[in-house]
Each structure stands twice: as C-alpha cells, then as structure tokens.
C-alpha cells in the first residue's frame, strides 16, 4: 500500500471559493457537492475553510463564518451539502451578517 501525504498548514488546494473573493452575494447564489475535507487555521485571520467536490471533480472552499460554522458542526464529512445564499440579516445584538442555509442531501432508493 503506498502512503499518502497532506500538507499541514500548506495552503488551500482547491479550483474556486464561495463565496468568491470580490464578488458580491446575490440572495439564491449557492454551491452543491459531497463534503470532503474541513481545512482550519488559513490565511492570517486562521480562518476555516469547508471544501465540497462538486460533480465534475473540481473542489469548492467554502469560507466560514459564524453561521457556516454553526451549521457543519452538525454535518458528517461525506455527506451531499447544498450551500444557498439568503441574504443579510440584523442579529440580536443589532450586527447585520450574512445568512445562509445548509441542506443535506437525502438518500433514496436507487440513488447511486
């Protein structure tokens, strides 16, 4: 068996993030595909990022934020995830963030 390798602290290795930098979110902008890594401790903020492979192979980062982490907390890595932009919202304590919800896709009988 020949071993395999990953980079600790190398870097994020994947073909587009999401939300893309400098690019403006509209309400409905989302991401699909199978969950496969979650990468922590990027860029100088040590952010988080979620990668999911979409179904042509190429590998989306999907940047956290306090929602986002809320969310995968609770989601097995392997799962199908859909990612949708909802909008801004004004928090509790009066600070707007970004929402998005988090869906989780469902098996069915001869899904393959």
């Known amino acids: 068996m020949t071993q395999q390798w990953k980079e600790i602290g190398g870097g994020l290795n994947v073909d587009r993030t999401f939300p893309a930098k400098d690019v403006i979110l509209q309400i409905g902008d989302a991401v699909e595909g199978r969950y496969?890594?979650?990468?922590?401790?990027?860029?100088?903020?040590?952010?988080?990022?979620?990668?999911?492979?979409?179904?042509?192979?190429?590998?989306?980062?999907?940047?956290?934020?306090?929602?986002?982490?809320?969310?995968?907390?609770?989601?097995?890595?392997?799962?199908m995830l859909r990612v949708e932009y909802i909008g801004k919202e004004k928090g509790k304590s009066g600070r707007t963030f970004k929402n998005f919800k988090v869906f989780e896709g469902i098996d069915t009988p001869g899904d393959e």
Request: hydrophobic share 30%; aromatic share 6%.
């Open 36 to 79: 496969i890594d979650k990468i922590e401790g990027i860029g100088d903020n040590n952010s988080t990022v979620y990668v999911l492979e979409e179904k042509d192979g190429s590998k989306t980062g999907v940047w956290s934020s306090t929602v986002l982490d809320n969310r995968f907390k609770r989601i097995a890595i392997g799962k």
